[in-house]
């Protein structure tokens, strides 16, 4: 850091005073209609925006807060809020806001700059390339999260908890009087999640870091030993009903992509704006063509088998269109169900878990405008023959206690009825298992074998991935991307691209922050593929970043779907 010459850079309580005073400003212009109108939910937002605040300074030094409210409750600007007052009063010198993804990080980081008119610096693996400014300087930085404020993912922070190598240590003296806000934390894979706890609060025990966690549906702390401050306790959220619920939990009323798309072509003419989540890619696939036959209704379809600058893209096309309030038909996997920003007035979701309903019902009427919206929920069997719940949720007690409480649940359930689930789902599912063993890792690491934590990943991986280059999409890209991802490597296509990967003396002239950026350029046209998929479309599996045989087999609107559904077809594992 010396020899970099890498200043310490954290806030002053005069500069979050002026983000404040922007910050309230901006959600001023907000309620009184210059930012797209008023509804119900702008008083209530402002109303727990100031009580969850008001706790907050009652016990300003409690290590560990968290603001469950549910999804379109404002949490990312409240949470915000809070963290901005721990730096006015000089309890903190560093916001870290940290996100399960880049669309969910990169979303954030836009609203909490626009609104409080500060600059944020993003980490996460794509960060170099979208930097033109960036020197060696800049990029050690950005490792050691050297800003007032920082956007990062979940793989960023363990990595910095649990280092794979040196260089991740530099951002563990960030946290030092850092406000952390953990955002969707649910989404974590259930057995790190109290191992990560017990490290933060040795943080805040060493470090004086302060943690706050936000989200709709938070996973019970106690098993970690962890008191948290309830900044707004459930009971006292004001009851708003936004949406109903039907589910049906039995398998004799299982549905086939058919049955679905039929429902969602009706619902799209009778309300306009309908969502459908599958949970899996090659169940979406089907339910999407099947919609496609039916009508002309605009049909928009995302998963995780997509490049990231396509992902990007389809997305920004589909937020234009429902702003404009127009029939759609959004068919995609769990990737919509948390963070993003969109609203529907009909949603069918796949039988899945509890809290995965309750983030994909917060997709639904998320204004409050106009008439209540609705959320089905059904058990799904693809082709009419074969359930893949079980594919994505693989714990039988996370189905089973979610099929007992549905199942007892008075039909049609109000938004507030399906909330109050949560608490009893959580206390069941950890009641048979409270994933304390990685927590035993805590103890060899403390004996001195610091392997038994090192690596750990926030996310269960169900399936080892290949990343495949895909050498297509450079049609697609604004002038700046073109100059970004391809101008400054001297290429025109995204194929020329790919054959500087490949010319090792010309991979060796590059610099490390050159090539780091180089690298993450190469990700934004790269999907990763299960194994099975990647022997079909690469044309060597060997390298770290494989090359699609053929452009052709990536689809311009659906990506590599296709081929995940010809790999069921065939009967393999796939989810």
């Known amino acids: 850091m010396d020899s970099g010459q890498v200043q310490p850079a954290e806030w002053q309580p005069s500069q979050a005073e002026a983000a404040i005073a922007a910050l309230e400003a901006s959600i001023d212009r907000t309620r009184h209609g210059t930012d797209g109108g008023t509804n119900q939910m702008d008083g209530l937002r402002q109303a727990m925006r100031e009580r969850a605040l008001a706790a907050w300074r009652q016990n300003p030094d409690a290590p560990f807060f968290a603001l469950t409210l549910p999804t379109g409750y404002g949490k990312t600007l409240t949470a915000l809020r809070i963290a901005l007052e721990a730096v006015r009063q000089n309890r903190a010198r560093?916001?870290?806001?940290?996100?399960?993804?880049?669309?969910?990080?990169?979303?954030?980081?836009?609203?909490?700059?626009?609104?409080?008119?500060?600059?944020?610096?993003?980490?996460?693996?794509?960060?170099?390339?979208?930097?033109?400014?960036?020197?060696?300087?800049?990029?050690?930085?950005?490792?050691?999260?050297?800003?007032?404020?920082?956007?990062?993912?979940?793989?960023?922070?363990?990595?910095?908890?649990?280092?794979?190598?040196?260089?991740?240590t530099l951002r563990v003296p960030a946290l030092e009087n850092a406000f952390v806000l953990l955002d969707e934390p649910q989404m974590l894979d259930p057995r790190v999640w109290n191992v990560l706890l017990q490290l933060l609060a040795a943080a805040s025990r060493t470090l004086g870091t302060q943690v706050l966690l936000v989200t709709a549906t938070l996973p019970p702390t106690r098993y970690a030993g962890i008191e948290v401050q309830e900044l707004i306790p459930a009971e006292e959220v004001p009851a708003v009903c936004r949406?109903?619920?039907?589910?049906?939990?039995?398998?004799?009323?299982?549905?086939?992509?058919?049955?679905?798309?039929?429902?969602?072509?009706?619902?799209?003419?009778?309300?306009?704006?309908?969502?459908?989540?599958?949970?899996?890619?090659?169940?979406?696939?089907?339910?999407?063509?099947?919609?496609?036959?039916?009508?002309?209704?605009?049909?928009?379809?995302?998963?995780?088998?997509?490049?990231?600058?396509?992902?990007?893209?389809?997305?920004?096309?589909?937020?234009?269109?429902?702003?404009?309030?127009?029939?759609?038909?959004?068919?995609?996997?769990?990737?919509?169900?948390?963070?993003?920003n969109l609203s529907v007035r009909f949603l069918w979701r796949a039988l899945s878990t509890i809290p995965s309903l309750v983030q994909s019902a917060g997709r639904v009427n998320r204004r409050g405008e106009g008439e209540v919206g609705e959320v089905w929920t059904q058990p799904f069997v693809r082709g009419g023959e074969r359930s893949t719940r079980e594919w994505l949720y693989r714990r039988r007690e996370e189905r089973e206690v979610t099929d007992a409480l549905l199942s007892s649940a008075a039909y049609p359930?109000?938004?507030?009825?399906?909330?109050?689930?949560?608490?009893?789902?959580?206390?069941?599912?950890?009641?048979?298992?409270?994933?304390?063993?990685?927590?035993?890792?805590?103890?060899?690491?403390?004996?001195?074998?610091?392997?038994?934590?090192?690596?750990?990943?926030?996310?269960?991986?169900?399936?080892?991935?290949?990343?495949?280059?895909?050498?297509?999409?450079?049609?697609?890209?604004?002038?700046?991307?073109?100059?970004?991802?391809?101008?400054?490597?001297?290429?025109?296509?995204?194929?020329?691209?790919?054959?500087?990967?490949?010319?090792?003396?010309?991979?060796?002239?590059?610099?490390?922050?050159?090539?780091k950026r180089f690298l993450a350029a190469l990700q934004a046209f790269s999907v990763p593929v299960v194994q099975t998929c990647a022997q079909r479309v690469a044309v060597d599996t060997e390298r770290g970043i494989v090359l699609c045989s053929d452009p052709r087999l990536y689809d311009e609107e659906l990506g590599f779907a296709a081929l995940r559904d010809a790999e069921a077809q065939q009967g393999a594992w796939l989810w």
Not at 98 to 127: D, F, G
């Open 243 to 340: 949406y109903h619920v039907r589910a049906w939990t039995d398998a004799r009323d299982a549905v086939d992509e058919e049955d679905v798309a039929e429902l969602a072509v009706r619902k799209a003419r009778e309300v306009g704006q309908v969502g459908v989540l599958l949970n899996t890619v090659a169940d979406a696939l089907r339910v999407f063509r099947a919609v496609r036959q039916r009508t002309d209704i605009p049909a928009f379809f995302l998963h995780g088998m997509l490049q990231p600058i396509h992902k990007q893209r389809k997305l920004k096309v589909l937020r234009e269109h429902l702003k404009r309030e127009k029939a759609a038909i959004v068919v995609g996997t769990p990737i919509l169900e948390c963070g993003l």
């Open 413 to 515: 359930a109000e938004e507030p009825d399906v909330l109050a689930l949560l608490s009893t789902y959580y206390d069941e599912v950890f009641a048979r298992n409270a994933h304390v063993a990685y927590v035993e890792r805590m103890k060899e690491a403390a004996l001195g074998q610091w392997s038994a934590l090192r690596g750990l990943e926030p996310f269960e991986e169900t399936v080892p991935t290949v990343t495949v280059f895909v050498p297509t999409g450079e049609e697609h890209l604004t002038e700046e991307q073109r100059e970004r991802y391809l101008g400054r490597w001297g290429c025109r296509t995204a194929a020329e691209l790919y054959e500087r990967y490949g010319d090792p003396s010309w991979m060796r002239r590059l610099s490390f922050l050159e090539r």
């Open 94 to 168: 560093r916001i870290v806001y940290v996100a399960p993804h880049i669309s969910i990080l990169s979303q954030a980081a836009r609203e909490i700059a626009t609104a409080c008119r500060v600059e944020v610096l993003e980490h996460h693996h794509l960060a170099v390339a979208l930097s033109d400014e960036m020197d060696d300087a800049s990029y050690l930085a950005m490792e050691s999260w050297q800003a007032p404020v920082v956007a990062t993912t979940f793989h960023q922070l363990f990595r910095a908890l649990f280092p794979r190598r040196a260089q991740h």
